[in-house]
C-alpha cells in the first residue's frame, strides 16, 4: 500500500489597511496550500434570487438557500463546493486556515471551512455581515468531515480572514465556538494557529462557560482565546506555522506605508519564510490578491494565479462587470459518476485538471529541464504579469478608464494570453 502524502500544514493570509498601505485601499492576500497534486480551479458565478424553501447542497449536507445570493468569484479545490479563498460583487473578500483545537475535530461531514467561505461571499454583503453568516451557519450546521480528496479523513477546524472597502475581521473557531476580532487599520495576517487574545470583539455566547466547563479557565483575570482554546501540545504543523506567522508579521511591518499589490505579491512568494510552499507532499496550490479602493467609485481588483505556486504563476486581474466573459480555461472538467460525490467517498481519482494548469505544468517542467529557457518563459511571464498590474494601476488612479466591454474581457484576455507563450 501506498505511504499517504504529508497533510498540508500551512496557509497564510493576510489583510492591510491605511495607514499601512500606499493609496487609500484595503489588500487583501492569501496562498492555499493542498495536497500536491490537487488542481485549484477560479470559478465565477452570478448573483441570483432564489424561491421559499430552496436547499443548496455543499460538499457534503445541504443546507437551506438565502433569499437572494450574491455574484462571487472563487479560488477552489475542483473536487468540493466551497473555496479557499474568493470576493463578491461588493467587495468583500474571505480566506480560511486549518486549526487544531482543545474541541475535538469530527469525521462526521457537515459544513467544511471552505463552504463557510463561499457562503459567506455569497450572503454578506460586508465583511462584519459575512461574519455573522459563518457564525450562524457554524452555530447551526456545525464544521466537519474530510479537507482532502482521499479515503483516510483529514479533519480540522477553522479560522477565517474577512476585508472589504473599510475594514477587516479575523474571525477564529473552535468547534461550533467563536471569537472575532475587528481590524480598523495597519495589518493583520493568520496562519494555522489560534491568534486572538484578550481583544475579543465579539464572540459565541457560551464560549466562556464552554472554557469554565472544562477547566481551561478559571473565570479570574482576562480572557484570552488563544491561550485558554489552543492544545497545550501542539502538532507539528502547528509548531511550523508559528514560524510562518511570525515571518509574515515582520514582512508586513517591514512594508508599513507603503504596501501595495505588488507588496502582497511579492510575500506571497516568499519561500524563505515558508509561505510560498513547493515540498513533495504539498504546495501552493492557488494565490490571491485584492485591492479594495476605499472609494466607492473606483472598482474592487482581484487577481488570481489558478495555478500552483506563485514563484512561477502569473497573477492576473479580475473585476465584477455586467457581461463578464466565461474563462473555461480555468475551470476543471466534471464527471457524472465523481468519487468525491459518491459514498464511501473518494475510492478513485480522477483527471481535474484544467486547460492553463496542464500547460503551467508543462512550463514548470521546461523550467527545470532547461533553465535558460525556463529563465526567459518566466521573464517573459512577469513581464506580462506586470503589464496587467500597471493597467490596473492607472484604472485605479483614474488615468485611463477601460470600456465595460474590456473589463468584462479582462480576466479571459490575460489567461487566454498566458497560454499563447506556452504553446
Known amino acids: 500500500m501506498a505511504a499517504r502524502a504529508p497533510a498540508p500544514s500551512s496557509c497564510d493570509c493576510f489583510v492591510a489597511l491605511p495607514p499601512a498601505t500606499a493609496a487609500p485601499a484595503v489588500i487583501f492576500g492569501k496562498n492555499a496550500d493542498r495536497p500536491r497534486d490537487e488542481v485549484q480551479e477560479v470559478v465565477y458565478f452570478p448573483a441570483a434570487l432564489h424561491g421559499p ?110 476585508a472589504d472597502r473599510a475594514e477587516a475581521w479575523v474571525l477564529e473557531t473552535a468547534g461550533p465556538y467563536w471569537a472575532a476580532q475587528r481590524v480598523g487599520e495597519g495589518s493583520r495576517n493568520i496562519s494555522n494557529q489560534l491568534s486572538i487574545g484578550t481583544d475579543i470583539t465579539d464572540e459565541h455566547a457560551g464560549l466562556r462557560q464552554r472554557a469554565r466547563s472544562q477547566g481551561w479557565w478559571s473565570g479570574a483575570g482576562e480572557f484570552s482565546f488563544a491561550e485558554v482554546f489552543s492544545l497545550a501540545q501542539q502538532p507539528v504543523r502547528m509548531e511550523a506555522a508559528k514560524a510562518r506567522y511570525r515571518a509574515g508579521k515582520e514582512l508586513l511591518q517591514q512594508h508599513a506605508g507603503r504596501i501595495t499589490a505588488e507588496t502582497f505579491m511579492a510575500i506571497l512568494r516568499d519561500k524563505a519564510s515558508g509561505i510560498c510552499v513547493d515540498s513533495e507532499g504539498f504546495r501552493t496550490a492557488g494565490s490571491m490578491v485584492s485591492v479594495l479602493p476605499q472609494d466607492p467609485a473606483l472598482p474592487c481588483v482581484h487577481f488570481f494565479t489558478a495555478t500552483p505556486d506563485p514563484s512561477r504563476s502569473v497573477f492576473k486581474p479580475f473585476v465584477f462587470v455586467a457581461g463578464l466573459k466565461a474563462t473555461p480555461q480555468v475551470r476543471s472538467p466534471t464527471f457524472a459518476d465523481d468519487p468525491a460525490k459518491k459514498i464511501p467517498r ?68 490575460c489567461v487566454d494570453t498566458e497560454m499563447k507563450f506556452y504553446k
Open 53 to 162: 424553501g430552496e436547499k443548496v447542497q455543499c460538499t457534503y449536507i445541504e443546507i437551506e438557500q438565502a433569499e437572494r445570493t450574491h455574484a462571487v468569484v472563487l479560488s477552489r479545490p475542483a473536487w468540493l463546493w466551497g473555496a479557499e479563498m474568493g470576493a463578491n460583487e461588493h467587495g468583500v473578500c474571505v480566506g480560511n486556515e486549518g486549526v487544531w483545537t482543545r474541541e475535538p475535530v469530527g469525521e462526521e461531514e457537515a459544513l467544511l471551512g471552505m463552504d463557510l467561505v463561499r457562503l459567506a461571499l455569497e450572503r454578506g454583503g460586508s465583511a462584519r455581515e459575512a461574519v455573522e453568516v459563518i457564525t450562524a451557519l457554524l452555530e447551526r450546521h456545525g464544521q466537519g468531515g474530510s479537507c482532502k480528496e482521499e479515503p483516510t479523513p483529514f479533519v480540522y477546524h477553522n479560522t477565517f480572514l474577512l
Open 346 to 413: 473518494f475510492q478513485s481519482r480522477v483527471d481535474r485538471r484544467h486547460e492553463l494548469y496542464r500547460w503551467h505544468q508543462a512550463a514548470l517542467e521546461l523550467m527545470e529541464s532547461d533553465p535558460e529557457q525556463g529563465q526567459k518563459l518566466q521573464q517573459t511571464l512577469r513581464d506580462l504579469e506586470r503589464q496587467g498590474l500597471e493597467a490596473v494601476n492607472a484604472l485605479l488612479a483614474g488615468t485611463v478608464a477601460p470600456s465595460p466591454e474590456e473589463l468584462a474581457e479582462l480576466f479571459f484576455d
